[in-house]
Structures are given as C-alpha cells and as structure tokens.
C-alpha cells in the first residue's frame, strides 16, 4: 500500500503532467506554478510517464480534485462529477474538461447497445469531440440540442453533431433552424414543422445530454459569438438572467426566463428537472454564478469543472 508521501508525490506528478501535456506549459513554468526548481519539475514529469499516470489523457485521480467532486456530487444530488486541476495561468482554460468530457464521450459511445447522445454548444463542447477518438458505431445516434444557423445564415461554428458523426459514423440530427426566430409566433410554426419535431423526439430519449453554461454579461457568448445583440442581452439582464444553457436563459435560482429571447428561440428546453444525464461543461470565475443557478434549478444533474471553480462553486 502506499504511503501518504508517495500519494503526495503521484499527486504532483500528476499535476505536473497535466500542466505539461494537457495545458501546454513549459517545465519553467510548472516549476513557477508548482513553486520547484525546474530540475524538481522535469523529474515529475518524468515521474508521470514512468508510473504511467498519463497517456494520452491524465489517469491518476488527484486527491484534491476528487474530494471536490465528491463534495459538488453530495450537495447537489449529481449523478456525474469531475474536477480538472486548474490552469493558473489561464483560468478560464477549456483543454482540461474537453478531455474529461472527451473520456466521457468515448465511454457512452463503447457501449455496444444503440445510445442516443445529445449535443449542446459551447467551445467545451465542441474542444471535447474534436478529441474523441474515431470509432464505428453506426447503430448510436446523435442529435443537436440547438439551432445550427447563425444569425447572418451561415452554419454556426459551434455545431458538432455532424463533426461527432464523422468520427463514429452514427445517424445524426442536426437542428436545421436559426438560433433565434423574428417572433414568437414564428418559433412556434417552425418547431411544429415534421423534420423539426422529429428531431425533437429523438432527442427526448437522449441518454446523454452534454452541454456548455454560459453567464449573461457583458461578456456572454452568446452575444461575442452573434447569437443575439447586445440590446437583446441588455433586456434579458433586466428580466434577472445570470446564465444559459443551449441558449435558454435562466435567472439565480435556475428559473428559465418566460420573456426576452427565449419566447423566440429554437433551442429544445432543457429538461426541468433534469432526468436524462445531463452533463455541464463550464470552467472559470465569469461562470460561477450561472452553475450555480443551473445547479440549484436541477437544469443539470452532472458537471465537469476544474477545482478553481470548484471551490468557488462550495463556498
């Protein structure tokens, strides 16, 4: 068995290694984070590829992260939770829970029986396919959560159903609508449109949903990325909007805004409670206060953070 100093140590070891192959940092600066002589680093590293903690993905579980995620899993009634060490250096970093939501994807997608997965949008999101691994699974499907047009037409950047399915070669549904309609009367007719409702059904039976939280700041994505304008932003910042899942905005207490641009969004509504796995993605200060709202809503039942946010999340 071992010891708690050779605990100690893989936890460095680990750490290290994700800094070094997962973030991108040089040994200099994981000496600097880790406050180590370089010589100190480099032999942690090395130490990480010796134990064989990491391969392609970090393998040992650091300590401290999993007692975040058991504290997260406890207080909030999780069916998932993972928490990533935290790139100091920058903060907001999504390459670390790409990989965990990556892994996860890899996971559901091994299953031999026919799995639905359901797909949100987000840089998480779209970094977490763009790392799984190709696999032949033309039985599973996939289906998008959200519209795949962008507001000037063209197909929004974040879509990726299609990328996942070039990967597995399963079945899959993108939502052929705008992000956002000219009015409400308008969503209603569009999303009652066959093809539409079709792809609705399909992703009610999801057994998997991934998505990404974004804030409702000046700094939203959905706003830098141009989902909605800034004087649509302004008005659901009003109506009290701290956050949004698949574009659906949500007040502190994870209650779905019933004005503004979610009278005119297409996006399938989150499941209130959720009851299919639903999975967050979402890393950095800007978002505290929008996974805490979705969490205390039971928008989502299952998140993937690192243990900055973690903490922040608990206090």
């Known amino acids: 068995m071992a010891t708690d100093n050779e605990k100690s140590r893989l936890d460095e070891a680990a750490r290290a290694g994700w800094l070094y192959f997962i973030a991108g940092h040089t040994q200099d600066e994981i000496a600097k984070m880790l406050q180590v002589s370089r010589a100190s680093a480099q032999r942690l590293v090395s130490l990480c590829l010796a134990e064989r903690l990491i391969t392609f993905r970090l393998e040992h579980p650091i300590a401290s992260c999993m007692e975040l ?51 949100g949008t987000g840089r998480a ?28 037409g063209s197909a929004s950047f974040f879509d990726t159903v299609g990328r996942l399915a070039d990967r597995t070669g399963a079945r899959h549904y993108p939502m052929p609508l705008p992000f956002l309609m000219s009015s409400e009367d308008e969503r209603d007719r569009m999303v009652r449109i066959d093809a539409i409702a079709k792809v609705k059904a399909v992703a009610a ?28 932003l302004y008005e659901m910042m009003r109506l009290g909007a701290v956050g949004e899942v698949t574009g659906w905005a949500f007040d502190a207490k994870g209650r779905l805004i019933k004005g503004g641009t979610n009278r005119r969004l297409t996006s399938i509504p989150p499941q209130v409670p959720a009851k299919a796995t ?24 299952g998140l993937i953070t690192d243990e900055s946010t973690a903490h922040a999340i608990l206090v």
Request: aromatic share 2%; proline share 5%; glycine share 6%.
């Open 125 to 152: 999101v779209r970094a977490a396919v763009e790392r799984v691994s190709p696999v032949d699974r033309p039985d599973h499907q996939i289906v998008s959560l959200v519209g795949n047009i962008s507001a000037d």
């Open 278 to 301: 639903t999975i967050a993605a979402a890393v950095g200060p800007a978002k505290v206060p929008a996974i805490r709202a979705a969490l205390a809503g039971r928008l989502i039942n």
């Open 69 to 119: 995620a058991s504290k997260l899993k406890s207080r909030f009634d999780l069916v998932h939770c993972e928490v990533v060490p935290t790139d100091s250096a920058a903060p907001s970093a999504t390459a670390g829970i790409a990989e965990r939501c990556a892994s996860l994807l890899e996971a559901t997608l091994r299953a031999e029986t026919p799995v639905i997965i359901a797909l």
């Open 205 to 232: 039976k999801a057994d998997l949903r991934l998505v990404g939280l974004g804030q409702m700041d000046q700094k939203a994505q959905v706003h830098v990325d141009g989902f909605v304008t800034r004087e649509e």
